[in-house]
């Protein structure tokens, strides 16, 4: 019903006042009624010999009032409870309606307090005794129809009409079997104030009624399981049919719901035991929606933090990344599932990770201790983009969640990937699944993956590069997501930056920011040794692994692992150059830069560590020690692909990607990366032609000059 908007539902305007009577205007009166009047209007009268007079509150003046106009006195819009014609008396239903007969039926929720005696209610016989009919009303309600008021015997479960004739103090209710004929039928509700679920703790052991959305919908093998969430919070309501039973089958995810049911505690947390429930239409609807929306807006809100280090370019790149902090937050509060797709190197696991740990508390807090197993996942990609085998294991697992939990389709968190024009085609198939997607990543962008994404955070945007890492931006990002965590990954991006050869003067701050901690040579053997378990772990994330490596565990532990695997990587580094390196041919080319090719498929151990882009790496390295004070470049390629590492030569890999994709037309060029460092793939028939173009291309860029001894090896391949 409408509250009127003229007289905001109290059926009278203000017109006018005049003089109390009671008083003559004086707001005041000398005598009172002794048994009548309070302690303080007599203590009135004794003091002052008078007292405010009761009737204007001691103002004079009374209000004059007439009826409102617009709602004839009613306050409000009545509406027939079986026609829904408007009403212009306050009643239940319109006079035509009122010819036959009604039959109240009490829905789930509604108890012995909300029977009116004399009113007729349809039942189900639920027993026969000696002396009379059980009748069951609902669930909750039943009464007894005595042998005096029974024309026939009934049968258990039969459907019958009684009238109440009587309520006991003690709740036993008297019931007399009725014929009703042709009769309107009205459902009688359970009226409730509805209850904000971070109120519920004071409610424990009493009935409630809560407005919200439906999160999720989860069938176990006893109860069903409805979470719903109002603007102050999420909580967990069983509803119970059979063993394994849906209930409630009208009840989806997305509704506007009101529950009505008896509040608990079960296993340390504030459940509901749905009695009814009913999805909310129209004006109803859009409000408990609205505020719902309201106020997820407002706690999704990131934290305002100074940076970590001062930056030039990130500084200019906050915005984007808490417009990216705010989406995270929004969906842990709407219990979306948030899968995090990142570069399995030392960059994109540190950044991960970050994000890791600032999101799994808030998961838990929000869905409860075991909401991270069904809300969050986080998987390595092999190759710097988001490729066709990641979005296909996605949207598998997304849509087996949808299809046995009702889940929602999961936000996609890109990192060190997502950028460049070899994502789209994942993207597009994402995009048809209706799943959302960031990136953060700094990788050189293309335009072309805009149109798929939320939010996109690259240095790229504000004039940076590479060397401004995603582990430094995503650290950031992480701690605007969750304050709290700012110690525990406070020296990710000092293990991004040394992962990733980093240069950019970000770099040198965010290793001192920890170094009292680490060292540098310590930052090293961090991200040597997740470069070598992301070798193993292949498609997994191996959380606890990873945590130890990055110190977010045991210390001791810590030191071992890094320590164990690093050992083991600089072996099979060792292993690999002594097989590999006599095997590379040296060039100098017409710009100058000293060449090195080295043919990993032949000359280099297959499927071990390091993979050919590490081999082409640590080649590269030793190489540029050899030519110091030179520009170098090496390719490390094999039958079908080529990776590519350089110091002075100012290339742009992915344009050149572009250009050999025009220029060989059949030779299926496709590839990217940074814009000096980065990989190539072919068809292994024209991998002759695509070389050589690639050579000319190399020659034909300018060359920086070098420093010699005490600079910094070049860019890290990521392939």
Same mark, same amino acid.
């Given at each position: 019903?409408?509250?009127?908007?003229?007289?905001?539902?109290?059926?009278?305007?203000?017109?006018?006042?005049?003089?109390?009577?009671?008083?003559?205007?004086?707001?005041?009166?000398?005598?009172?009624?002794?048994?009548?009047?309070?302690?303080?209007?007599?203590?009135?009268?004794?003091?002052?010999?008078?007292?405010? *007079? !009761?009737? =204007?509150?001691?103002?004079?003046?009374?209000? &004059?009032? $007439?009826?409102?106009? /617009?709602? +004839?006195? #009613?306050?409000?819009?009545?509406?027939?409870?079986?026609?829904?014609?408007?009403?212009?008396?306050?009643?239940?239903? *319109? !006079?035509? =309606?009122?010819?036959?007969?009604?039959?109240? &039926?009490? $829905?789930?929720?509604? /108890?012995? +307090?909300? #029977?009116?005696?004399?009113?007729?209610?349809?039942?189900?016989?639920?027993?026969?005794?000696?002396?009379?009919?059980?009748?069951?009303?609902?669930?909750?309600?039943?009464?007894?129809?005595?042998?005096?008021?029974?024309?026939?015997?009934?049968?258990?479960?039969?459907?019958?009409?009684?009238?109440?004739?009587?309520?006991?103090?003690?709740?036993?209710?008297?019931?007399?079997?009725?014929?009703?004929?042709?009769?309107?039928?009205?459902?009688?509700?359970?009226?409730?104030?509805?209850?904000?679920?971070?109120?519920?703790?004071?409610?424990?052991?009493?009935?409630?009624?809560?407005?919200?959305?439906?999160?999720?919908?989860?069938?176990?093998?006893?109860?069903?399981?409805?979470?719903?969430?109002?603007?102050?919070?999420?909580?967990?309501?069983?509803?119970?049919?059979?063993?394994?039973?849906?209930?409630?089958?009208?009840?989806?995810?997305?509704?506007?719901?009101?529950?009505?049911?008896?509040?608990?505690?079960?296993?340390?947390?504030?459940?509901?035991?749905?009695?009814?429930?009913?999805?909310?239409?129209?004006?109803?609807?859009?409000?408990?929606?609205?505020?719902?929306?309201?106020?997820?807006?407002?706690?999704?809100?990131?934290?305002?933090?100074?940076?970590?280090?001062?930056?030039?370019?990130?500084?200019?790149?906050?915005?984007?990344?808490?417009?990216?902090?705010?989406?995270?937050?929004?969906?842990?509060?709407?219990?979306?599932?948030?899968?995090?797709?990142?570069?399995?190197?030392?960059?994109?696991?540190?950044?991960?990770?970050?994000?890791?740990?600032?999101?799994?508390?808030?998961?838990?807090?929000?869905?409860?201790?075991?909401?991270?197993?069904?809300?969050?996942?986080?998987?390595?990609?092999?190759?710097?983009?988001?490729?066709?085998?990641?979005?296909?294991?996605?949207?598998?697992?997304?849509?087996?969640?949808?299809?046995?939990?009702?889940?929602?389709?999961?936000?996609?968190?890109?990192?060190?990937?997502?950028?460049?024009?070899?994502?789209?085609?994942?993207?597009?198939?994402?995009?048809?699944?209706?799943?959302?997607?960031?990136?953060?990543?700094?990788?050189?962008?293309?335009?072309?993956?805009?149109?798929?994404?939320?939010?996109?955070?690259?240095?790229?945007?504000?004039?940076?590069?590479?060397?401004?890492?995603?582990?430094?931006?995503?650290?950031?990002?992480?701690?605007?997501?969750?304050?709290?965590?700012?110690?525990?990954?406070?020296?990710?991006?000092?293990?991004?930056?040394?992962?990733?050869?980093?240069?950019?003067?970000?770099?040198?701050?965010?290793?001192?920011?920890?170094?009292?901690?680490?060292?540098?040579?310590?930052?090293?053997?961090?991200?040597?040794?997740?470069?070598?378990?992301?070798?193993?772990?292949?498609?997994?994330?191996?959380?606890?692994?990873?945590?130890?490596?990055?110190?977010?565990?045991?210390?001791?532990?810590?030191?071992?692992?890094?320590?164990?695997?690093?050992?083991?990587?600089?072996?099979?580094?060792?292993?690999?150059?002594?097989?590999?390196?006599?095997?590379?041919?040296?060039?100098?080319?017409?710009?100058?830069?000293?060449?090195?090719?080295?043919?990993?498929?032949?000359?280099?151990?297959?499927?071990?560590?390091?993979?050919?882009?590490?081999?082409?790496?640590?080649?590269?390295?030793?190489?540029?020690?050899?030519?110091?004070?030179?520009?170098?470049?090496?390719?490390?390629?094999?039958?079908?692909?080529?990776?590519?590492?350089?110091?002075?030569?100012?290339?742009?890999?992915?344009?050149?990607?572009?250009?050999?994709?025009?220029?060989?037309?059949?030779?299926?060029?496709?590839?990217?990366?940074?814009?000096?460092?980065?990989?190539?793939?072919?068809?292994?028939?024209?991998?002759?032609?695509?070389?050589?173009?690639?050579?000319?291309?190399?020659?034909?860029?300018?060359?920086?000059?070098?420093?010699?001894?005490?600079?910094?090896?070049?860019?890290?391949?990521?392939?």
């Amino acid at each position: 019903m409408n509250l009127c908007e003229r007289c905001g539902g109290k059926g009278y305007r203000t017109v006018g006042d005049k003089g109390c009577p009671n008083c003559k205007g004086t707001g005041k009166i000398e005598s009172v009624s002794l048994g009548e009047a309070s302690a303080t209007e007599i203590n009135d009268l004794v003091s002052k010999g008078s007292t405010r *007079c !009761p009737v =204007c509150k001691g103002e004079g003046k009374i209000p &004059v009032t $007439e009826d409102c106009g /617009d709602c +004839g006195g #009613l306050g409000r819009d009545y509406l027939c409870a079986i026609c829904c014609a408007k009403l212009n008396v306050k009643a239940e239903v *319109c !006079p035509s =309606c009122s010819k036959k007969p009604i039959v109240r &039926v009490l $829905e789930k929720a509604c /108890d012995t +307090g909300d #029977l009116v005696i004399g009113d007729t209610y349809r039942g189900k016989v639920s027993g026969i005794a000696n002396f009379g009919a059980f009748v069951d009303l609902n669930d909750h309600v039943r009464g007894l129809a005595h042998n005096k008021f029974l024309k026939r015997t009934p049968e258990v479960g039969e459907e019958i009409y009684v009238r109440v004739r009587n309520v006991a103090p003690n709740g036993n209710i008297e019931l007399e079997p009725v014929e009703v004929g042709e009769h309107h039928t009205l459902e009688v509700k359970k009226e409730l104030p509805a209850t904000r679920i971070d109120e519920l703790d004071k409610s424990v052991g009493k009935m409630v009624s809560i407005e919200g959305e439906v999160i999720q919908v989860k069938q176990t093998g006893g109860p069903t399981i409805f979470t719903i969430a109002d603007d102050s919070g999420l909580v967990f309501c069983a509803a119970f049919e059979r063993a394994g039973v849906r209930a409630w089958p009208e009840i989806d995810t997305e509704m506007m719901v009101r529950a009505i049911g008896d509040v608990s505690v079960r296993n340390g947390q504030i459940q509901i035991e749905i009695r009814s429930m009913k999805q909310l239409w129209g004006g109803e609807a859009s409000s408990v929606k609205e505020r719902i929306e309201r106020s997820i807006d407002e706690r999704a809100n990131p934290a305002h933090l100074p940076l970590l280090v001062e930056s030039e370019i990130i500084s200019r790149l906050q915005p984007k990344m808490r417009q990216v902090a705010k989406e995270i937050r929004r969906a842990i509060l709407k219990s979306k599932p948030i899968v995090v797709r990142h570069h399995a190197d030392a960059d994109g696991m540190s950044a991960a990770v970050a994000i890791e740990t600032a999101i799994l508390p808030l998961i838990r807090e929000v869905g409860g201790t075991d909401a991270e197993y069904h809300n969050y996942r986080r998987a390595p990609s092999k190759a710097p983009f988001y490729e066709l085998e990641d979005v296909t294991k996605d949207l598998t697992y997304a849509l087996e969640d949808q299809s046995r939990h009702d889940q929602k389709m999961p936000l996609i968190v890109l990192l060190d990937n997502g950028s460049t024009e070899e994502d789209v085609p994942a993207m597009k198939q994402a995009q048809i699944y209706g799943l959302e997607m960031l990136v953060v990543d700094h990788h050189h962008p293309d335009e072309a993956v805009d149109e798929y994404l939320i939010a996109h955070v690259n240095p790229a945007h504000q004039g940076g590069d590479f060397g401004v890492t995603t582990g430094m931006i995503a650290t950031e990002i992480a701690r605007m997501i969750n304050p709290t965590v700012e110690e525990k990954i406070k020296h990710f991006p000092a293990v991004s930056a040394v992962g990733d050869r980093s240069e950019a003067p970000e770099a040198a701050r965010y290793i001192g920011l920890v170094e009292e901690r680490f060292s540098i040579e310590d930052l090293r053997d961090i991200a040597l040794a997740l470069d070598y378990e992301a070798f193993w772990l292949r498609f997994n994330d191996g959380r606890g692994l990873i945590n130890d490596i990055l110190c977010l565990g045991r210390l001791d532990r810590h030191r071992k692992i890094v320590q164990l695997l690093c050992q083991q990587a600089k072996e099979a580094i060792e292993e690999q150059l002594r097989a590999s390196l006599a095997h590379v041919k040296t060039q100098t080319l017409p710009n100058g830069a000293v060449m090195n090719v080295l043919d990993v498929e032949n000359y280099a151990h297959k499927f071990t560590f390091p993979p050919p882009g590490k081999t082409s790496g640590e080649v590269h390295d030793r190489l540029c020690k050899k030519y110091d004070g030179k520009a170098v470049v090496t390719i490390g390629y094999g039958p079908d692909f080529a990776v590519l590492r350089s110091r002075g030569v100012r290339m742009n890999i992915p344009r050149m990607v572009r250009e050999l994709r025009e220029e060989i037309a059949a030779g299926g060029v496709n590839g990217g990366g940074h814009l000096v460092v980065g990989s190539i793939k072919f068809v292994g028939g024209m991998r002759k032609e695509v070389l050589a173009k690639l050579v000319e291309k190399i020659a034909a860029s300018p060359v920086d000059a070098v420093p010699s001894a005490g600079s910094k090896a070049g860019e890290k391949v990521e392939a």
